[in-house]
């Protein structure tokens, strides 16, 4: 599949999703983005668990896809749920993402 164009791209990503993959380095120009993110993706379901970094591919990828802020997205759901789970009292971590780890 290396041959034709975008498809040599998503190849890394099937790959990863099927458990035989290897490193994928190279994300390439701001405009092939979504490749790298659907490599994400495809990494983490290949693992088979749902958690954050999961959803994370998952944002990101869709993102890029629907053009939306996912990185706010991203901040909003971690922010939340710090504040859900007591790790912080500040009630802008809903928007500023959660307090950083020490």
Known sequence: MGFFPLT???TSAVQAATGF???F????PAGLRF???LYRLGAQVGQGDFDMAAFKAANNTAGVLFHY???QVNRTVE???ALLEGRTDNPLAVIAGP???N
């Open 8 to 10: 040599r791209e998503m």
């Open 99 to 101: 307090p950083p780890r």
């Open 79 to 81: 922010g939340t749920a």
């Open 21 to 23: 993959g290897g490193q």
């Open 25 to 28: 380095g190279y994300s390439g």
């Open 69 to 71: 802020p996912a990185g």
């Open 35 to 37: 490749f790298s993110d």
